[in-house]
């Protein structure tokens, strides 16, 4: 071959090899994700996940969460006079030492570095009022519409004071920057037209009626003054919403959009590729004029957008085939056996190197078995709006049954299935004890939205730092005429709307917003990425969930049934710690469902929780009802009048229905699984009424009952009558309807011997209140200081 001709061949092959690299190089560049610019994730979760937080305490100690794909180098906290300090970080946990407060507002900045120097901050505000203290503020409406005429909101906030001066004045402030504008005063006094149910409960209550022009959220504070002087404690910032009110047509409009957006995604992926076709229609929705933003998930398939005109949230589930939905014979069998050669490999000593590159938490870890808290409750709640679906692999088959099944302790179940569930069903989850949710999942509203987010007062801080919110679905399908109802909650990031087939999807703020204390509850949420972020566990953690369990990736629906399953059985079944029974679960079914990428089980939160059940849980009332099984008109208040706690700072309260509550019959109840020996029931109880004296001896015969029943044997250990007691009078107390006149038994202390009792047997104590004749006349009964001891 001639020289030239080889040198031309040369130079030709040459190009061709420099041509493929340049190509190789463009693809490879094409398919690296953007550099990382995003801080660590960060979640306060310990005192709270809200922006204000109001303490009687000189100090505080902080904790939560923290993580980040690269790794978080450090975290610190700055308050805003100067005080500083670094937390301490254990795994994805952190924890601060006690930071001193100033009196007044303390503004606390938390600041994260990842391992790229990448930094973010959250924000938490604590109010210190050595004297004055302030607990459960409340709203009776937190939204209203732009331009609307005035809206008629109920406030209600515990106001109590530690000084032996008397609280002279409560009221209601509205903010503005420096400024305080009083509103209204807020009363304690009984009478419902202000808002207010029982007279002299440290509950101040007010009726207001707010308007806006602009889309501003009203902030507002409670103040209080003590007598005689003239200085206001505060109480944190509350926030109405103002929201604008979008029209028919505008509604109409999304639900023709979303009919028409999942159409065009049907095509799309008929390519055979979901992450292309979500990537194009994704394209498709940044073009549309409707459309103020769109994303994708966090590298995952689905679709997320947000209205322009409305504000509300839309997007697409698009879950990979097999991912808790019913997956094939051969994917389920494929799937095993790949779970079952990561737990024969010990796969755990291989799970790091995933960790370091994504967000999987806790699955590297051998947790310790110390035992700590406990459940506070044995009532149990099953939600499953894809039972339909999920058939044999749901969580209904497993873990649900074993908290069916057991007798010791023995659960209160309560189970709903299929279309069943709704949004209303997320808003009482702090009721449970033990919560199981199955259903579909995913991560909405990352990456881009973040920018949207700027600038923005409502839209909350994980989701400026670029985080997504992890979904849950209800399966509730709405109508236009729904889709008004859900508006203040579809545009404040609470809510979500599937366009496939309009159904309602719950985020994270939901249960914070909508929900009251936990009491130690174990979550499991079997969802898809229920733990590919913080976002969904702080949200329980906060609210005083002690341990929350889920998965990091689209998991497939066999392999979640099956190490939920194990999970629950040897927490309930064996009385293992949350940490012993995931580790258990975990060795049984292996670390992950074997996909790519693998779908990691995880354990966020406390790891030495464990059941309750064997034991009376606050049983002097200082954590509210938790732990206490509550019909009727139940609460917990700080005092009656003149009337208080015989123990600590709070006592029961169950009445024939005080001020607004109608109930007649109301009961407090818990039933334990007992130890051995002889035991012995006690209580302090108040029997007061506004029968005595006109109807002592009638019809009118209210009465306060106290029974324990032991496997079905019940015994009546107190049976207080109108007709039987001792009546004398007290002031102070004058309950809506009746009469000003108000007399009461007297404090008093109850002992029962229940005798001998076995090992396992079911205790049931429940304290009953009740109307005779009618219910103009009401009657309450306070219970205090409760005890039983087994000897």
Known sequence: MPALNKKVLLIAAAVVVIAGLAVGLFVYLKNQKPPDKIGPEIQVTNPTSEEWFASSEESILLGGFVVDPSGVKSLSWETGNGKSGAASLEGDSWTTEAVSLAKGDNKITLAALDKKNNKSEVVLNVVYNPTVSFYDLTLSQDYLYKG????????????????????????????????????????????????????????????????????????????????????????????????????????????????????????????????????????????????????????????????????????????????????????????????????????????SDVVSSTVNFGVSKTYAQTKGPEVKSTKALYLGPYLHQFGDTDDYHKAWKTIKDSKCPECQTVEQKDQEVTVEDFKGLNKYGLVVISSHGDTWFNGKFAANCVGNTVCPPALKNGNGYVITWTDQQVTQADLRKYVPDLTRYRLAIDAHDNTLAIMPPFITAYNGTFPNSLVYVGTCRSTHNFTMAAAYLSKGAKSYFGFSEYVNSGYAGDVAGEMIKSFLDKGKTSGEAFNDAVAAKGASDGGNPAAFFNLLGNRSLVMGGKNLQNLSFEDGLVGWQADGDARVIARLASLVPQEGKKMAIISTGLGSVSDSISTLSQVICSKEGKATLTFKYNFVSEEPMEYVGSKYDDYFVVTVDINGKKATVVEKLINNASWTPIGGINFAGGDSTTFMTGWATQSFDLGEIKKDDKVQIEFRVGDKGDSIYDSAALIDDVALTVN
């Open 148 to 351: 609307d005429s005035a809206a008629t909101i109920t406030i209600r906030a515990g106001v109590d004071t530690s000084s032996s001066t008397a609280i002279g004045e409560v009221a209601l402030y509205k903010i503005s920057g420096d400024k305080k504008d009083k509103l209204t005063p807020l009363v304690d006094s009984g009478v419902v037209s202000d808002g207010d149910d029982i007279p002299g409960d440290t509950i101040y209550s007010g009726v207001h009626y707010f308007s806006a022009t602009s889309a501003d959220p009203i902030l507002l504070r409670v103040g209080a003054r003590l007598e005689k002087t003239d200085d206001v404690f505060y109480s944190g910032v509350i926030k109405i919403a103002v929201l604008e009110q979008p029209t028919e047509a505008q509604l109409s409009k999304v639900l023709s959009l979303n009919k028409e957006i999942d159409a065009r995604f049907e095509e799309l992926k008929k390519g055979g590729d979901a992450k292309k076709a979500a990537a194009k229609l994704v394209e498709e929705l940044s073009k549309k004029e409707e459309i103020a933003v769109a994303g994708v998930s966090d590298d995952g398939y689905g679709v997320w957008w947000k209205y322009k005109e409305t504000g509300i949230l839309a997007g697409l589930l698009n879950n990979p085939d097999g991912t808790r939905a019913v997956p094939s014979d051969e994917v389920r069998k494929e799937q095993a056996r790949e779970a079952q050669r990561q737990s024969e490999a010990g796969s755990v000593a291989g799970i």
